[in-house]
T-cell receptor, first 118, second 115 residues
Framework: AQSVAQPEDQVNVAEGNPLTVKCTYS??????LFWYVQYPNRGLQFLLK??????LVKGSYGFEAEFNKSQTSFHLKKPSALVSDSALYFC????????????????FGTGTRLKVLA | EAQVTQNPRYLITVTGKKLTVTCSQN?????MSWYRQDPGLGLRQIYY???????DKGDVPEGYKVSRKEKRNFPLILESPSPNQTSLYFC??????????????FGPGTRLTVT
């Protein structure tokens, strides 16, 4: 089955320290990978995506992610965490299957709660 | 302002009473989608659509219906809600038609409780 895994329910990091939020995937074909962030009582916001090209992708708010095909991973990173980075982070992948209409559906991971401690 | 709007934001209803959650986007996006978010399960896709009159089932379509009669609107219909449909629902749209490579823009969410 095609899936996305975020192995950590919660990650705690001290402000100013580097952070990593892990994501691994299992899909057939070329994976297109995304990271989204959800702040309390808000919808998800796009952070970054990997489609093709350079394995290191830079996104919003100083976040970056590294695509590793051999390890089927797409970990989210930031060199120096801020308290304001505390939120719920979701990894997502598409495509999974081609529907009769030519659209693609997403699969999201279960989310990782990042807590940055002052 | 470019946005995805959903209404209502909060809804408490009883089992079996039909309801509709509206979703509208003002970005002229062709791809739209509905998700439900449940603790420990993340977001699961209910239905998605690449254009008017074109819809497809996601991973959890049972008990839901959608329609796409206009490009900007993608309502979610629960014909006979049940308590297991209590959840937080998100509508999203994407400027990339197939939904494959484009980032999605999410609405603020609708918290539904079915008693």
């Amino acid at each position: 089955a095609q899936s996305v895994a975020q192995p950590e329910d919660q990650v705690n990091v001290a402000e100013g320290n580097p952070l990593t939020v892990k994501c691994t995937y299992s899909v057939s074909g070329n994976p297109y990978l995304f990271w989204y962030v959800q702040y309390p009582n808000r919808g998800l916001q796009f952070l970054l995506k990997y489609i093709t090209g350079d394995n290191l992708v830079k996104g919003s708010y100083g976040f970056e992610a590294e695509f590793n095909k051999s390890q089927t991973s797409f970990h989210l990173k930031k060199p120096s965490a801020l308290v304001s980075d505390s939120a719920l982070y979701f990894c997502a992948v598409s495509p999974l299957s081609i529907s009769t209409s030519g659209t693609y559906k997403y699969i999201f991971g279960t989310g990782t709660r990042l807590k940055v401690l002052a | 302002e470019a946005q995805v709007t959903q209404n209502p934001r909060y809804l408490i209803t009883v089992t079996g009473k039909k309801l509709t959650v509206t979703c509208s986007q003002n970005m002229n996006h062709e791809y739209m989608s509905w998700y439900r978010q449940d603790p420990g399960l993340g977001l699961r896709q209910i239905y998605y659509s690449m254009n008017v009159e074109v819809t497809d089932k996601g991973d959890v379509p049972e008990g839901y219906k959608v329609s796409r009669k206009e490009k900007r609107n993608f309502p979610l219909i629960l014909e006979s809600p049940s308590p297991n449909q209590t959840s937080l629902y998100f509508c999203a749209s994407s400027g990339e038609t197939s939904g494959r490579t484009g980032e999605q823009y999410f609405g603020p969410g609708t918290r539904l409780t079915v008693t």
